[in-house]
């Protein structure tokens, strides 16, 4: 019989409390057995709350069943002993400093394997049996092992917080939401962690498209630079064949050229080098973003989630394609032109020559930046239409937007827009999808009360009452105010009356490298409102603030 005994598995005679051999086995209602130690100590912790449970199968029981010994148990156990079986297995895991210990042993605690989110409780293997076996607690949500689950407790009615209340953005327990959260907006802690998930994959999408934008523009300031080392590399080599044919009378201007070239080829690949390194320390911060994102998505305690993505989402200021200004290589084609040009007149005209290789040396920045001739007709103007639509991430939730998103009407009615952190949300205004850098024109026809036709940088801000979200009120920001009495303009508050004619159809155009903003009336003809001319040091995005209804024209 003894022998048999040894062959049997020794977890079957341990008790689940304190894992060892069972001393004193004594058998409770529900057919489980323990130390008489071991359950004493354990229903005399629950004695405070007028119940009592089984460890193992979570039966409760209201009076304190009494306690039988069980005869058969425990001479198997004193058999078992006496095999040698007495000493503990060497394999169990016991918990360390570092480690979730379980809730429910007794004495030196195991490692816990699970924390249950309902109980909330943290189990080792052992104890963790009655949640894979037990219907009731086969529903309770298991998570890796977390040391905050009483950070799920409500301190004030210590139940479990499975509510949202979105009105206060915190975490609260079924009582709260009836107490001190009655009538507030409240969904449960799931719900909120996907709407929130849902938001964190959009800017996950963000970030990885900022990604690709930037590598993209990487690729493109790294042609440049081939572009100006070779056009450079070019005219260095075209002006020493020239002045090596004049080493006499031309030694001096054959170096000064050449110390030129290289300047300024220095100057420009210095300027693409500096916006280069920018650009990876950006891709670098955003992958390093996207990673602490990717780490709290896969976070599966709710609570935790909601309290560190706040912190985590807000992203930092986008480096935009639109710094990246890429020159033309026309002064190195100059200076060659000049160089033939000095090599045909010769002596006879070196210092009169000399003169316009000094010139266009000293204004290599005019002739690089020379703006294009703006337009007079408006045949002229339609050679530079673009296309734009509107951004429904950045509406205001009482604008409608239809016609393909060209279209934009004011009807005091919340739309069913989902939350963005680039919706304006106090002033009924909307931006376009479509950057805005070059030679731009579009037109804007408006009916009602009347539009605020604007343009703006990206990074005007989309709450709070202040100037700081409203066209035309920061230096951020231009806007021209066409209703049915009057025309007025603004930037950065200061207000300027426009008297000229007005009509129902409104012509802007831009040319952002030369800084200048034009308002038109259009009708029979085209007629200047107001002009800007000023520095855009940003790419620039159209913005309508709606009274009535306003749509981009389609001019194509």
């Known amino acids: 019989m003894a022998q048999?005994?040894?062959?049997?598995?020794?977890?079957?005679?341990?008790?689940?409390?304190?894992?060892?051999?069972?001393?004193?086995?004594?058998?409770?209602?529900?057919g489980h057995s323990y130390c008489k130690n071991c359950i004493t100590d354990h229903w005399d912790t629950e004695d405070e709350k007028g119940i009592h449970s089984c460890p193992q199968c979570r039966k409760s029981f209201t009076l304190r069943p009494e306690l039988l010994k069980n005869t058969m148990l425990a001479a198997l156990v004193e058999e078992l002993k006496k095999t040698g079986l007495q000493a503990a297995p060497a394999d169990?895991?016991?918990?360390?400093?570092?480690?979730?210990?379980?809730?429910?042993?007794?004495?030196?605690?195991?490692?816990?394997?699970k924390s249950c989110l309902s109980?909330?409780?943290?189990?080792?293997?052992?104890?963790?049996?009655?949640?894979?076996?037990?219907?009731?607690?086969?529903?309770?949500?298991?998570?890796?092992?977390?040391?905050?689950?009483?950070?799920?407790?409500?301190?004030?009615?210590?139940?479990?917080?499975?509510?949202?209340?979105?009105?206060?953005?915190?975490?609260?327990?079924?009582?709260?939401?009836?107490?001190?959260?009655?009538?507030?907006?409240?969904?449960?802690?799931?719900?909120?962690?996907?709407?929130?998930?849902?938001?964190?994959?959009?800017?996950?999408?963000?970030?990885?498209?900022?990604?690709?934008?930037?590598?993209?523009?990487?690729?493109?300031?790294?042609?440049?630079?081939?572009?100006?080392?070779?056009?450079a590399d070019k005219a260095a080599e075209h002006s020493e064949k020239i002045f090596t044919k004049l080493i006499r009378l031309m030694e001096k201007r054959r170096s000064d050229v050449k110390q030129q070239?290289?300047?300024?080829?220095?100057?420009?690949?210095?300027?693409?080098?500096?916006?280069?390194?920018?650009?990876?320390?950006?891709i670098t911060e955003l992958k390093r973003k996207d990673a602490e994102l990717k780490k709290l998505s896969h976070t599966e305690d709710h609570n935790q989630f909601l309290h560190n993505y706040p912190s985590l989402s807000a992203l930092s200021e986008s480096t935009h394609s639109s710094s990246i200004n890429i020159r033309p290589l026309k002064y190195f084609e100059d200076v060659t032109a000049a160089v033939s040009e000095v090599r045909d007149k010769l002596q006879d005209v070196l210092r009169e020559t000399w003169t316009n290789i000094s010139l266009t040396v000293t204004r290599v920045d005019v002739l690089l930046s020379n703006p294009q001739p703006e337009p007079k007709t408006r045949a002229d103007f339609l050679r530079y239409s673009r296309e734009i639509t509107l951004d429904p991430n950045t509406a205001h939730a009482y604008?409608?937007?239809?016609?393909?998103?060209?279209?934009?009407?004011?009807?005091?009615?919340?739309?069913s827009y989902s939350r963005h952190p680039d919706r304006h949300t106090v002033w009924q205004q909307v931006l376009s999808r479509e950057s805005l850098t070059g030679c731009c024109y579009w037109e804007v026809d408006w009916r009602g009360e009347g539009v605020y036709v604007a343009v703006t940088y990206k990074n005007i801000r989309r709450a709070g009452?202040?100037?700081?979200?409203?066209?035309?009120?920061?230096?951020?920001?231009?806007?021209?105010?066409?209703?049915?009495?009057?025309?007025?303009?603004?930037?950065n508050s200061v207000q300027t009356p426009v008297s000229l004619?007005?009509?129902?159809?409104?012509?802007?155009?831009?040319?952002?490298?030369?800084?200048?903003?034009?308002?038109?009336?259009?009708?029979?003809?085209?007629?200047?409102?107001?002009?800007?001319?000023?520095?855009?040091?940003?790419?620039?995005?159209?913005?309508?603030?709606?009274?009535?209804?306003?749509?981009?024209?389609?001019?194509?």
Not at 92 to 113: F, I, M
């Open 501 to 556: 004619p007005q009509s129902s159809r409104v012509g802007v155009y831009l040319d952002h490298s030369a800084g200048i903003l034009s308002f038109y009336s259009v009708s029979e003809t085209i007629t200047l409102l107001h002009r800007v001319q000023t520095t855009f040091t940003q790419p620039l995005y159209a913005g309508l603030y709606v009274l009535g209804s306003a749509e981009f024209c389609q001019l194509k």
């Open 4 to 30: 048999r005994a040894v062959q049997l598995d020794r977890e079957t005679f341990s008790c689940s409390i304190c894992l060892d051999l069972l001393k004193d086995p004594v058998a409770i209602p529900c």
């Open 92 to 113: 169990l895991c016991y918990a360390g400093a570092e480690d979730v210990s379980c809730d429910v042993c007794t004495g030196r605690k195991l490692r816990a394997v």
């Open 261 to 282: 070239v290289r300047s300024q080829q220095e100057t420009e690949v210095s300027r693409v080098k500096e916006l280069q390194e920018k650009l990876e320390q950006e």
């Open 465 to 491: 009452r202040s100037g700081e979200s409203l066209f035309g009120f920061t230096d951020k920001s231009w806007r021209l105010d066409c209703t049915t009495h009057s025309y007025e303009f603004y930037h």
């Open 399 to 415: 604008l409608l937007l239809s016609e393909g998103n060209r279209k934009a009407t004011y009807t005091g009615q919340r739309q």
């Open 119 to 231: 109980c909330p409780a943290s189990y080792c293997e052992k104890h963790l049996q009655p949640h894979y076996e037990a219907a009731p607690l086969k529903k309770h949500k298991l998570v890796e092992p977390s040391k905050k689950l009483q950070e799920n407790i409500c301190s004030r009615h210590d139940e479990v917080m499975k509510i949202f209340c979105r009105t206060d953005q915190q975490t609260i327990c079924i009582l709260c939401s009836m107490d001190e959260h009655k009538g507030h907006d409240t969904v449960s802690a799931a719900a909120e962690r996907t709407e929130r998930q849902r938001e964190l994959e959009g800017s996950r999408q963000n970030i990885q498209q900022r990604i690709q934008d930037r590598e993209e523009d990487v690729k493109v300031l790294q042609q440049e630079v081939e572009a100006i080392n070779g056009s």
